[in-house]
């Protein structure tokens, strides 16, 4: 049996019984870790001394817990509760923006891999989502720092299908592979069915897409380029590394309809995102 303690944000949770929790934690130096919680719901003192300020879904605490070989759940022992957020309780759409990055950290990490980087961008993201107004910027920051240490960096400057240099050409009509992980122009040898519509059909595995979405893109990949996006171009860009995430894990998480869902004017059948 190991006993750990690390910093942890409760990404999924489950109540077990009146008085215990199954919790999945995303932790700093362990990865992704599973276990029961017995007792975490008791009001008695030792309890509360325990696991001190509860656990819920969302919050940052410090965790201590017993991972055993022969288990599939770990058995958390201590939990101090460091940073409520209380902000994603008052604002529903900082909180949906919570649940979709706490879902997709889960789902694109395994059990007791660590990545500190992912850990970092989902305690920063959750600090960030209390101002309303940058928001959007700091759920794509997120995204693309999870993206990119899981290994699925998107490729913006060459075509991912023939391998030549992309370039700023007006005229240059660009789509995002997902299959392929980057831009292709449009003209590219393509597969059948790998086109459709950013939020469309599921097996579609290229989407055309807007020069200010792939400007958007290009602003995160380099970090000394402080220029302001354009909130609407944030938000495609936004849909469009959700897209992505769906096209790598084959599916779509249920808090994934919050982000490609979109109160923007409609765009033109056949338009780009």
């Given at each position: ?170 005229d240059d009509h660009l789509l995002f592979d997902?299959?392929?992980g980057g831009l292709a122009r449009a003209g ?76 923007e004017p409609p765009t033109p059948v056949g338009?780009?995102?």
């Amino acid at each position: 049996m190991a006993r750990f303690r690390d910093n942890a944000v409760c990404i999924r949770l489950i109540d077990w019984s009146e008085t215990s929790q199954i919790v999945a934690l995303l932790t700093e130096e362990h990865g992704q870790v599973r276990g029961v919680a017995k007792g975490s719901k008791r009001t008695s003192p030792s309890s509360v001394a325990r696991y001190s300020g509860g656990i819920e879904l969302l919050t940052l605490g410090e965790v201590v817990g017993i991972i055993k070989p022969t288990a599939d759940l770990a058995t958390l022992t201590e939990w101090d509760l460091q940073q409520p957020h209380w902000h994603l309780r008052r604002d529903l759409r900082a909180q949906e923006f919570g649940l979709y990055a706490a879902d997709l950290a889960g789902a694109m990490l395994a059990d007791h891999d660590a990545h500190p980087r992912a850990f970092t961008a989902l305690v920063t993201l959750l600090r960030e989502l209390a101002d309303a107004a940058t928001r959007d910027a700091a759920l794509l920051r997120f995204q693309w720092e999870l993206l990119d240490d899981c290994g699925y960096r998107p490729e913006l400057e060459a075509d991912v299908r023939s391998g030549e240099p992309l370039t700023d050409d007006p005229d240059d009509h660009l789509l995002f592979d997902a299959r392929r992980g980057g831009l292709a122009r449009a003209g590219s040898p393509n597969g059948p069915g790998e086109t459709g519509a950013i939020g469309g059909m599921r097996n579609a595995t290229s989407w055309p897409t807007l020069p200010g979405t792939i400007t958007a893109l290009r602003r995160l990949a380099d970090p000394n380029d402080r220029s302001p996006t354009d909130p609407t171009d944030t938000r495609r860009a936004n849909r469009l590394l959700c897209t992505y995430a769906r096209a790598i894990l084959d599916r779509q998480l249920p808090t994934m309809q919050a982000i490609l869902s979109t109160t923007e004017p409609p765009t033109p059948v056949g338009g780009p995102p």
